[in-house]
């Protein structure tokens, strides 16, 4: 009986191990699988960049290098770096960023350094149309804007 016994158990907790086996290696592709996800710099400004993540959700950081681990306290409250966070759509070769928040890093006149946070409300819009073409190994990315008659700007990547 106790043989028995033991036997089922064993049996049921393979079956347990084998169903969570299965379960782990379930589909983990992202719905977003679009050339655009990816880090992108700013082909005119290494210090910007936009990470357009799978999940729709996309980030601007741009460092000030003459600030970046240089304070002098002569100066005022000065931007050191920013993020701004937002989420994309796209359609086709047309974008919309929905911009909804910033964090931004301060050198303060005594030469200390805070984050600031922003809530953009309403949230910002950016709307256009984007072209990835490829040259050798590298990646560009164009986003040309909607507003003021159109502004277009290079950034350099991969596709992930």
């Given amino acids: 009986m106790i043989k ?26 992202d719905d977003n699988d679009s050339p655009i996800v990816s880090t992108w710099t700013n082909v005119s400004n290494d210090n910007q960049a936009f990470q357009f993540k799978s999940n729709g959700e996309v980030i601007n950081h741009l460092v000030n290098p003459k600030l970046k681990g240089v ?3 002569e100066l005022s409250d000065s931007e050191v770096e920013r993020y701004v966070y937002g989420t994309y759509t796209l359609s086709g070769n047309n974008y919309t960023i929905t911009w909804t928040r910033e964090r931004t890093q301060v050198v303060k006149s005594d030469g200390s350094r805070e984050w600031v946070e922003k809530t953009y409300s309403p949230a910002k819009i950016d709307q256009g149309t984007f072209t990835i073409t490829k040259d050798g190994d590298t990646y560009f990315l164009t986003l040309n804007t909607d507003e003021g008659g159109g502004i277009s700007s290079s950034w350099r990547g991969w596709s992930e």
């Fill in 4 to 29: 028995r016994n033991l036997f089922r158990l064993m049996a049921l907790m393979m079956v347990t191990t084998l169903c969570m086996g299965f379960a782990a290696c379930g589909d983990d592709d």
């Fill in 71 to 73: 304070v002098d306290n």
